[in-house]
Nanobody, 120 residues
């Protein structure tokens, strides 16, 4: 079992930055692909970024070049640096641990989510 707790969400202006963190407990994240997803009101949860155990990184097209995912296995944490934020980035952001891919069904463990709101 892995417990995930996100932090760092909040309100930002368009063009600004936020950094999300995800602290894991229960098991080492080194065994998992770690990912970030987001869900905007009225929309399905969508893939944002993932970081494999072999340090392969994938981003959704909508965030590539603006967001950076990183992991620290020693600290059991995952982060998402979000730059050049846009109003369409407004969503609840979730940290997830699983076996990989961009499909949310491949992730067994989820945090409770943290709200990110970007004003224009």
């Amino acid at each position: 079992q892995v417990q995930l707790v996100e932090s760092g969400g909040g309100l930002a202006q368009a063009g600004g930055s936020l950094r999300l963190s995800c602290a894991a407990s229960g098991r080492s994240i080194s065994s998992y692909v770690m990912a970030w997803f987001r869900q905007a009101p009225g929309k399905e949860r969508e893939f944002v970024a993932r970081h494999s155990r072999s340090n392969t990184i994938y981003y959704a097209e909508s965030v590539r070049g603006r967001f950076t995912i990183s992991r620290d296995n020693a600290q059991n944490t995952v982060s998402l640096q979000m730059n050049s934020l846009k109003p369409e980035d407004t969503a609840i952001y979730y940290c997830a641990a699983g076996t990989g891919t961009s499909d949310r069904r491949s992730y067994n463990y989820w945090g409770q989510g943290t709200q990110v709101t970007v004003s224009s």
